[in-house]
């Protein structure tokens, strides 16, 4: 049965700290591995990854995959308290659903 | 790019009555839609997956004759929720993906059965 990980599944950091996010996967027919973060409403797209080892960057948000370890990690440094959000880590193949985890909340206190 | 709307974004209606939600890509043609249902504080539970001009897939559990959805045309998808009943109330989000992999949502629609 394909499973998507997430660890932690609840997080409090003060402003200014870096975070790291762990995403897992085992999905039949992976191709993709989507970030999104999702606040009050409906989860906005961050980054969508598909080869290992190629970091994608925005601002303080980074993301990488390993393909070999079933893997990604989505990095958030100096973090703002505009970063509380649910993070949503999914896996997938094109025009196939994704499977997506079970969300990390992330709390940043002032 | 990649802007995905869907109307309405809240509704409440009586019990027993049918609610359709619409879902529109608008810059781009989707020919993948999603329809997804989330409790508070829970992750995404996928409803069913639709191609355009192809009848949907369902997921487990997941009624086919209660929740009606078409795929009419590469930039619009509808779910109706027929006879909706209060376990019915939740929200209801719909993503589309098109050329690209990656699934854009929508916005979400909150619908609360009395």
């Known amino acids: 049965e394909d499973k998507v990980v997430q660890s932690p599944l609840s997080l409090v950091v003060h402003e200014g700290d870096t975070v790291t996010l762990n995403c897992s996967y085992e999905?039949?027919?992976?191709?993709?591995l989507l970030w999104y973060k999702q606040e009050k409403k409906a989860p906005t797209f961050l980054f969508m990854l598909?080869?290992?080892?190629i970091e994608k960057k925005s601002g303080r948000l980074s993301s990488i995959l390993d393909k070999k370890e079933l893997f990604s990690i989505l990095n958030i440094t100096a973090t703002q308290t505009g970063d509380s959000a649910v993070y949503l880590c999914?896996?997938?193949?094109?025009?196939?659903?994704?499977?997506f985890g079970p969300g990390t909340r992330l709390s940043v206190l002032p | 790019g990649a802007v995905v709307s869907q109307h309405p974004s809240r509704v409440i209606c009586k019990s027993g009555t049918s609610v359709k939600i619409e879902c529109r890509s608008l810059?781009?043609?989707?020919?993948?839609m999603f329809w997804y249902r989330q409790f508070p504080k829970q992750s995404l539970m996928l409803m069913a997956t639709?191609?355009?001009?192809?009848?949907?897939?369902?997921e487990q559990g997941v009624e086919k004759d209660k929740f009606l959805i078409n795929h009419a045309s590469l930039t619009l998808s509808t779910l109706t929720v027929t006879s909706a009943h209060p376990e019915d109330s939740s929200f209801y989000i719909c993503?589309?993906?098109?050329?690209?992999?990656?699934?854009?949502f929508g916005p979400g629609t909150r619908l609360t059965v009395l």
């Open positions: 993503s589309a993906s098109g050329t690209t992999e990656a699934q854009f």
């Open positions: 999905v039949t027919n992976f191709r993709s």
């Open positions: 598909t080869s290992s080892g």
């Open positions: 999914a896996g997938g193949n094109y025009g196939q659903n994704f499977v």
């Open positions: 810059d781009f043609q989707a020919t993948t």
């Open positions: 639709s191609n355009e001009g192809s009848k949907a897939t369902y």
